[in-house]
């Protein structure tokens, strides 16, 4: 099969690599249909030290199951299925607390021998606890909003859940990335009042509103600040959704809640401290969020996307072939494309 491999900065390749086989009873084969380019993927396409060995990449994808391990019975050959971004066998400690990205039998797609979601076909271990099979055919038009179950969507549902949002908040989403789109869409879903966006791209910022932001701040730091206080009449956001994960956004959050409020952190953080102290403490403001479980929140989220309720799919807003995959990641890292679809 092709796929893509990350060489190390601004260099990734589609090239040849081997066809997954069955390695364990309890794996199955999927022959890919859409994948994507994620914001946590342009990190290393920035930074990566070179290498001769090379990574897989993708861990978000849709397709069709070609074979099952002998321990598969939840899914057959033909089925069309949604695999959240971390596999997981769906029934350990961790994963019946809905704490999927800590499974025990768990682990990340391009890493331990494990194919990457961006190219033809994909090993997916733990098959019957992480893929989860939609009842719809590989030529629906809703593929770009189920494949967003896969990560972007359940992202900003879980920045929306740690958050607490709940019906009649004031929540700021700090980012016009695809999560914090994302979180707009969850937030509004989950019955915030107002939603906030902080962002500065006119053609996301206005994406946001038809998701259901109520307004749009474009400034940054301590101007961002006087923005979102002067919308909520000084008193700050009840919830904050952190997703970009500079040192500079999460000081915008705390300085945009109001006492008593919750901040999660959704974007990979780029630094190793912040505004932790005494104020937060006298504050009584709760810092949350992490890595989200998505695996926990596709069976919620799936009604919603099947009738139309919810459109995540929007966000991509350019598809790319396979043989375009560098093309791609050139044009998320330049900002050219929110985010980047990848018919295989």
């Known amino acids: 099969m092709r796929g893509a491999v990350m060489y190390g900065a601004d260099d990734v390749r589609v090239e040849a690599r081997p066809d997954p086989k069955i390695h364990q009873p309890t794996d199955a084969v999927v022959r890919t249909v859409l994948s994507c380019v994620c914001g946590s993927d342009l990190w290393p396409y920035k930074s990566m030290p070179a290498t001769d060995i090379g990574r897989p990449m993708g861990h978000e994808f849709l397709g069709v199951v070609e074979e099952t391990g002998e321990d598969v019975s939840c899914l057959r050959a033909g089925d069309l299925v949604v695999a959240p971004f971390t596999y997981c066998d769906n029934t ?13 039998n768990g682990g990340r797609y391009g890493f331990d021998g494990v194919d990457g979601a961006q190219g033809e076909a994909v090993r997916v271990p733990q098959a019957d606890g992480t893929l989860v099979k939609l009842p719809v055919g590989a030529d ?96 700050g956001v009840d919830r904050i959704i952190e997703a970009v994960g500079a040192r500079q956004t ?53 009604p919603d996307v099947l009738s139309g309720a919810i459109q995540p799919g929007r966000v991509f807003d350019r598809a790319y072939t396979l043989d375009e995959v560098p093309a791609a990641y050139r044009d998320m890292a330049d900002r050219q494309v929110i985010k980047a679809l990848v018919r295989c």
């Open 250 to 302: 999460l000081d915008t959050a705390f300085g945009a809640i109001r006492d008593g409020g919750t901040i999660s952190r959704l974007g990979v953080p780029q630094y190793e401290e912040g505004p932790v102290g005494a104020d937060m403490i006298m504050r009584n403001i709760t810092l949350t969020g992490g890595v989200s479980p998505a695996r926990a929140y596709i069976e919620e989220l799936l």
């Open 140 to 235: 629906s038009e809703l593929l770009p909003s189920l494949v967003a179950l896969s990560d972007v969507m359940g992202t900003g549902h879980h920045g929306a859940t740690t958050a607490g949002v709940g019906r009649g908040d004031s929540v700021l989403v700090i980012g016009d990335g695809a999560v914090g789109l994302c979180a707009v869409i969850a937030a509004k879903r989950l019955g915030a009042e107002q939603i906030v966006l902080m962002g500065r791209h006119t053609r996301r910022t206005d994406l946001g509103r038809e998701f259901g932001a109520t307004d749009v701040v474009a400034e940054r730091g301590d101007e961002g600040v006087a923005r979102v206080r002067d919308l909520t009449g000084g008193e």
């Open 92 to 104: 350990c400690d961790y994963c019946r607390k809905g704490l999927h990205s800590s499974c025990r």
